[in-house]
């Protein structure tokens, strides 16, 4: 018998493969974990509907789970607890900083336009910036310009 | 629950989903600009991983697979209004037929995320965060393009005025809006088309353009009956032609 906070532990091991400093715990995409003697389901659910990355994740959940000797590793996708970008965690925050990608304002699951300018700048930590599409390499970036530091930089958008 | 009603619902949204998902990604490598090229391109993932969720909430009502029925269906089988196959044209064609589109879609789905039907609540709930980037790109190019310059303003309003009559068949009434309202499902396109419309002008009024009186135009229905301009099969045979070699290969 495992435990859940074991589970999260070795799940720590899985990255998002677009954004390698953060793991799947901290991008907040687990959702349920659910553990009997000869079976571990996970529940996931993806950061954008479309997001490409999903099934990738899936099969590093099942090979990392695999890798501890569960056999039985069952994962399910569903939007029954939809993703948004509150569920990052403080040390999720910290990893996509340091990886130059400023992290999604907290706000109120209303996205309001106006916490897409003024970013804090990744680079400089400024908040001095301007949004120069909210479409970026992946579905999850938009791209800014910070007008102190005169870097482009990309933000994990907030949703 | 009115099982025949939620999944002609299910198919023209998931089918409009897939037809402008696919119009927005030709814009890939022959966008105006990097990040209209980016734009467009974005879109187009979003939209399509969105049809595919909606093919998959049918495919769990007893349909096939969502790769089979994307990619195995000839034109009349499609439900998507006519607006969505319409090829790209120029950009400004592309532009407004964007916000057009995308405007009802945000609309729809925030309707739809309080719908009886959970499962489609809960997507669609999902879904209308990610299309405030869509209406939020749309806004800001009609906005900054529909106050510009002689040229930019006579190009947008020209294709305003083309693609309105395509944009009201968007709207067109299902056989089971009766049913729909009264199991909670949705609340019908006649409610949608009224909040579209004020959304609509409150951006266009704030430019240049001018609102073509829709009371004079004959809207372009037919599509979710499977009436299609002579556009959607080409498109469809080319979207499905790597799949229909072998609809059985391993990707």
């Known amino acids: 018998m495992y435990s859940e906070a074991q589970i999260l532990e070795w799940l720590e091991e899985v990255k998002d493969p677009e954004i390698p400093v953060l793991s799947l715990v901290d991008l907040g995409v687990i959702t349920n974990i659910d553990i009997n003697e000869h079976r571990v389901a996970v529940t996931m659910t993806p950061t954008f509907v479309g997001c490409p990355a999903i099934d990738y994740m899936k099969q590093d959940v099942i090979e990392v789970l695999n890798s501890y000797g569960i056999d039985n590793v069952d994962v399910q996708v569903n939007f029954d607890e939809p993703w948004n970008s509150n569920k990052i965690t403080d040390k999720g925050r910290k990893a996509l900083k340091d990886f130059g990608l400023a992290p999604p304002p907290k706000h109120n699951l209303i996205v309001d336009i106006d916490i897409l300018d003024n970013i804090e700048c990744p680079n400089c930590g400024r908040n001095n910036s301007v949004m120069k599409t909210p479409f970026g390499p992946t579905a999850c970036r938009s791209i800014h310009f910070c007008n102190n530091c005169k870097e482009t930089f990309e933000q994990f958008k907030p949703l | 629950m009115s099982e025949i009603a939620i999944k002609e619902l299910l198919y023209k949204i998931a089918d409009d989903q897939l037809i402008l998902g696919h119009r927005n990604s030709e814009w890939t490598g022959f966008g105006p600009l990097l990040e209209e090229d980016i734009a467009f391109s974005s879109m187009a993932q979003d939209k399509v991983g969105q049809s595919q969720a909606m093919y998959q909430l049918l495919h769990e009502l007893g349909e096939a697979e969502p790769d089979t029925v994307a990619f195995m269906r000839n034109s009349d089988q499609f439900h998507n209004c006519q607006l969505a196959e319409l090829p790209n044209g120029e950009y400004d064609f592309s532009l407004i037929r964007h916000f057009l589109f995308d405007f009802a879609y945000a609309i729809r789905f925030e309707m739809l995320s309080n719908s009886s039907y959970v499962p489609l609540a809960k997507l669609s709930k999902k879904i209308q965060g990610e299309l405030r980037y869509h209406t939020m790109h749309a806004n800001t190019w009609i906005k900054q393009l529909g106050s510009a310059t002689e040229e930019s303003i006579s190009r947008l309003q020209n294709s305003l005025n083309e693609a309105m009559p395509y944009a009201l068949g968007i709207f067109e009434p299902s056989p089971y809006e009766a049913e729909l ?3 909670g499902i949705f609340d019908g396109e006649e409610a949608l088309k009224e909040k579209w419309l004020a959304k609509i002008t ?18 372009k229905m037919g599509g979710r009956a499977g009436q299609h301009t002579e556009h959607l099969q080409p498109l469809l045979d080319e979207m499905a032609e790597v799949f229909r070699i072998d609809p059985t290969a391993d990707w």
Do not use: G
């Not at chain 2, 409150?202 to 073509?212: F, K």
């Open chain 2, 181 to 183: 309202k009264s199991e």
């Open chain 2, 202 to 219: 409150e951006v266009i009024n704030q430019t240049q353009l001018q609102l073509p009186d829709i009371t004079t135009l004959e809207p």
